[in-house]
C-alpha cells in the first residue's frame, strides 16, 4: 500500500508562490506516474500536473508556464512549484501516484490565495 503525505499549502497573496510537496512510501516510487490535481470548492477534481517515470511532463492548460512539476526518486518525492498565483487557483491539492493495479492519493492541502 502506497501512502502519500502532501505539505506545503498555505495562503498566498495573488502574484505569490508555493512550493508543494508530497513525500510517498513505497520501494517502487521511480516507476509511477506521480500527479497533481486540484479541487476547488463547488467544482469537479482536475489534474494540474503529471510527471512519468522518464520525466516526462504534463500540465493543465490553466497553470502552464506558471507552475513547474518535479520528482526526486531517491527521497521518493514530488514538488510543485506555483509561481504567479492567481485567485483562481484556490483549491485542495492531491497528490496521486499511478502503476498498474495502483491509484494512490494523499489527503490534500489547501491552498487560498487571496489579499
Known amino acids: 500500500q502506497v501512502q502519500l503525505v502532501e505539505s506545503g499549502g498555505a495562503l498566498v497573496q495573488p502574484g505569490g508562490s508555493l512550493r508543494l510537496s508530497c513525500a510517498a512510501s513505497?520501494?517502487?516510487?521511480?516507476?509511477?506516474?506521480m500527479a497533481w490535481y486540484r479541487q476547488a470548492p463547488g467544482k469537479q477534481r482536475e489534474l494540474v500536473a503529471a510527471i512519468t517515470s522518464g520525466g516526462s511532463t504534463n500540465y493543465a492548460k490553466s497553470v502552464r508556464d506558471r507552475f513547474t512539476i518535479t520528482r526526486d526518486n531517491t527521497k521518493k518525492r514530488v514538488y510543485l512549484q506555483m509561481n504567479s498565483l492567481k485567485p483562481e487557483d484556490t483549491a485542495v491539492y492531491y497528490c496521486?501516484?499511478?502503476?498498474?493495479?495502483?491509484?494512490?492519493w494523499g489527503q490534500g492541502t489547501l491552498v487560498t490565495v487571496s489579499s
Open positions: 496521486n501516484a499511478a502503476a498498474v493495479e495502483l491509484d494512490a
Open positions: 513505497g520501494s517502487s516510487f521511480r516507476l509511477y506516474v
